[in-house]
T-cell receptor, first 112, second 117 residues
Framework: DAKTTQPPSMDCAEGRAANLPCNHS???????VYWYRQIHSQGPQYIIH???NNETNEMASLIITEDRKSSTLILPHATLRDTAVYYC?????????????FGKGTRLSVIA | GAVVSQHPSWVICKSGTSVKIECRSL??????MFWYRQFPKQSLMLMAT?????????EQGVEKDKFLINHASLTLSTLTVTSAHPEDSSFYIC?????????????FGPGTRLTVT
């Protein structure tokens, strides 16, 4: 799976949009971009994933650049409960027994 | 979405004893389960992968005789930490993958915090 690079930490004011970047310059054509988050002392929670088109669900939006070398996760109106570590993971979808491999992620602090 | 549960959510045990952690997929059949552990302020580290009815595959550096994994059914996997020591204190998280209608692929349990005294 391709390697990803994320900033170690970010702050965001409550109510504002949180934009979390991820670089994945070595991504292959059949690899998807997945985002998970981990709130303190909980298991990871799936947020969203995409291949090349922008995606939106009830939690977030995922913007993938045209060359697919980077992406941005957008939480449109961050709340204090969005404080967590956010992981960007690149992998082939439905790749058998291959597990998700977590990097260091970005620690997002939402500030009141 | 699919739900994965773990039991217990936290446990304290004495050094030298064994502890069993259960991981269940509540509303789907998990053909593959993964076990991770996480030390404070660190990321999740994969320990092992198990398929129902087969022996688990352990990551390099993880002792298979110390961390016994059983995946006897499509909804249950157990991790037994044998002869636990204080350095085994960690947050253990299971994850399950199965044939789901959705496309998320891998769901995570809430984790089990183990403290060995």
């Amino acid at each position: 799976d391709a390697k990803t690079t994320q900033p170690p930490s970010m702050d965001c004011a409550e109510g504002r949009a949180a934009n979390l970047p991820c670089n994945h310059s070595t991504i292959s054509g059949n690899e998807y971009v997945y985002w998970y988050r981990q709130i303190h002392s909980q298991g990871p929670q799936y947020i969203i994933h995409g291949l090349k088109n922008n995606e939106t669900n009830e939690m977030a939006s995922l913007i993938i650049t045209e060359d697919r070398k980077s992406s941005t996760l957008i939480l449109p109106h961050a709340t204090l409960r969005d404080t967590a570590v956010y992981y960007c993971i690149v992998r082939v979808r439905n790749s058998g027994n291959t597990p998700l491999v977590f990097g260091k992620g970005t620690r997002l602090s939402v500030i009141a | 979405g699919a739900v994965v549960s773990q039991h217990p959510s936290w446990v304290i045990c004495k050094s030298g004893t064994s502890v069993k952690i259960e991981c269940r997929s509540l509303d789907f059949q998990a053909t593959t389960m993964f076990w991770y552990r996480q030390f404070p302020k660190q990321s999740l580290m994969l320990m092992a992968t198990s398929n129902e009815g087969s022996k688990a595959t352990y990551e390099q550096g993880v002792e298979k005789d110390k961390f016994l994994i059983n995946h006897a059914s499509l909804t249950l996997s157990t991790l037994t930490v044998t002869s636990a020591h204080p350095e085994d204190s960690s947050f253990y998280i299971c994850s399950a993958r199965g044939s789901l209608a959705g496309s998320v692929e891998q769901y995570f349990g809430p984790g089990t915090r183990l403290t060995v005294t």
